[in-house]
């Protein structure tokens, strides 16, 4: 919308402002497939999947937990059937709880920040005056936030630590088995769990800052025509020792390494695909400016 006001110069508000619907829908559908694969959600869409996302946020509001580390520590968990699966959930459930907070940080967190006394007195008169609301405009919502976290701390009054920890272990475990039966509906029809563990895990480093992948590139494109390459410190932790491998190994660890094949010098990204291979075709849209 203001966007519209602000070029209604150009183009009239009668002509913007029927777009405005479209925005949500877009938005909406944008935020929907940034939210499955920000939880290692790629191959299968599900009207469930929001739940997932808006749960997870309930549970991390209630028990207090960090916001960055409960979804950083996600991808520690692999998909089900891998050999390590239960020992990564508890893991995972451990490290969560260390992120949650004590019940005196909770109570901090839920001071308002008029006295509790005035909020009381106010509480009082808007109940026999309503109009008041009116009358505050915004400055009521600040007050309503205020009268929430005092209801909050109320509930706190009779909790001990002990409470809380059961609260915050409860609230978790519920979501994990939510998580862990989603997971469980990715992986129908796959069979390679270390292939799908890879695509579920892999992220496009050099948005995030991490430019090694375009590194190895550079390294590779310095001796273009060498089947052996040495890559030193850019290797992936799994390629250490390849260089010592006959070249009849072959590339069997799902995508996530760098192998050599008889006769054809097979260099892999981190994401499986061979650096030789036909250029993919979104590179087709690529500009140099």
């Not at 929907?32 to 991390?60: A, P």
């Not at 505050?136 to 009268?147: E, M, Q, V």
């Not at 509906?185 to 480093?205: C, F, H, P, V």
């Not at 052996?228 to 995508?255: H, I, T």
């Amino acid at each position: 919308m203001k966007l519209g006001e602000a070029i209604q110069g150009a183009v009239p508000l009668t002509e913007t402002k029927p777009h405005l619907d479209i925005f949500d829908e877009v938005y909406s559908d944008y935020m929907k497939q940034k939210i499955r694969k920000k939880f290692g959600l790629l191959n299968k869409e599900l009207e469930t999947d929001k739940d997932i996302y808006d749960s997870f946020l309930e549970t991390m509001q209630k028990t207090g937990a960090d916001f960055t580390n409960c979804f950083r520590c996600l991808s520690m968990l692999p998909l089900l059937g891998s050999p390590n699966f239960q020992a990564k959930l508890k893991d995972v459930k451990e490290y969560i709880l260390t992120q949650c907070s004590t019940l005196e940080e909770l109570k901090s967190m839920h001071k308002p920040e008029m006295d509790p006394r005035q909020l009381q007195a106010f509480l009082a008169m808007v109940q026999s005056n309503p109009g008041l609301v009116n009358a505050l405009g915004r400055n009521f919502a600040s007050i309503t936030r205020d009268l929430e976290k005092l209801e909050k701390i109320k509930e706190m009054e009779d909790k001990t630590d002990e409470d809380q920890r059961k609260t915050n272990e409860e609230a978790w475990d519920s979501w994990l088995k939510k998580y862990v039966e989603r997971l469980n509906i990715e992986m129908e029809g796959k069979t390679d769990l270390i292939q799908a563990n890879a695509e579920r895990n892999a992220i496009k480093a050099a948005e995030k800052g991490d430019y090694s992948e375009v590194r190895r590139v550079v390294k590779l494109l310095e001796n273009p025509y060498n089947e052996e390459v040495d890559l030193g410190e850019l290797a992936l932790p799994q390629q250490v020792g390849n260089a010592s491998k006959s070249k009849d190994d072959k590339f069997s660890d799902g995508g996530a390494t760098s192998s050599k094949s008889k006769g054809t010098g097979e260099l892999r990204s981190y994401t499986g695909m061979l650096y030789e291979s036909k250029p993919p075709d979104w590179s087709l849209d690529l500009k140099v400016t």
